[in-house]
T-cell receptor, first 110, second 116 residues
Framework: GIQVEQSPPDLILQEGANSTLRCNFS?????LQWFHQNPWGQLINLFY???GTKQNGRLSATTVATERYSLLYISSSQTTDSGVYFC????????????FGKGTKLSVKP | SAVISQKPSRDICQRGTSLTIQCQVD?????MFWYRQQPGQSLTLIAT?????????ESGFVIDKFPISRPNLTFSTLTVSNMSPEDSSIYLC?????????????FGSGTQLSVL
């Protein structure tokens, strides 16, 4: 099955810094989403982005489907950005479930 | 997005017992799923809850252990049967097919299960 690799596994930032999280996948995809799981466990959908670029406030995401990777940018990080960021994909031609990566744990220090 | 209510939010159960988790959505959705998140791990799909028919289980999960119901387009239950400490996890209800957000996956707040 498809492999989803996220990097880095852990990231510590000072408040105000910028960061880039990466998601590599081993096969073509027809669905890619980014999620944030806050320290209390709630999962929030950040982006549905199988290709192209989207922005939402301080967050933006870019997926280059032909090169099988996606990037999540966080600018001017805040302590509330702390938590785990997951990338999830669904392979092209399938109507099946999303496969989640192992996540990037982000800690933003005040 | 929709409001996805999941209950209980947490429970502590004895080995050998069963727990039923409920998921209620405030609007009709196309797909409902149940995920498991073991401590410190990523999310693994247990099954797709199909309205009016048997759920579709992923490899490693069976109906006898995780019976699922979905009587209508807004409600589903997951039962964790004959529990053991290895079942201690967060169980998450998720949905797609919400109005204009058709492909986006949304999650309930989860059920933290501890089995003693």
């Amino acid at each position: 099955g498809i492999q989803v690799e996220q990097s880095p596994p852990d990231l510590i930032l000072q408040e105000g810094a910028n960061s880039t999280l990466r998601c590599n996948f081993s096969d073509s995809v027809n669905n890619l989403q980014w999620f944030h799981q806050n320290p209390w466990g709630q999962l929030i959908n950040l982006f549905y982005i199988p290709s192209g670029t989207k922005q939402n406030g301080r967050l933006s995401a870019t997926t280059v489907a032909t090169e099988r990777y996606s990037l999540l940018y966080i600018s001017s990080s805040q302590t509330t950005d702390s938590g785990v960021y997951f990338c999830a994909v669904r392979t092209g031609g399938s109507q099946g479930n999303l496969i989640f990566g192992k996540g990037t744990k982000l800690s933003v220090k005040p | 997005s929709a409001v996805i209510s999941q209950k209980p939010s947490r429970d502590i159960c004895q080995r050998g017992t069963s727990l039923t988790i409920q998921c209620q959505v405030d609007s009709q959705v196309t797909m409902m799923f149940w995920y498991r998140q073991q401590p410190g791990q990523s999310l693994t799909l247990i099954a797709t809850a199909n309205q009016g028919s048997e759920a579709t289980y992923e490899s490693g999960f069976v109906i006898d252990k995780f019976p699922i119901s979905r009587p209508n387009l807004t409600f589903s239950t997951l039962t964790v049967s004959n529990m053991s400490p290895e079942d201690s996890s967060i169980y998450l209800c998720s949905v797609t097919g919400i109005r204009v957000d058709g492909e986006k996956l949304f999650f309930g707040s989860g059920t933290q299960l501890s089995v003693l």
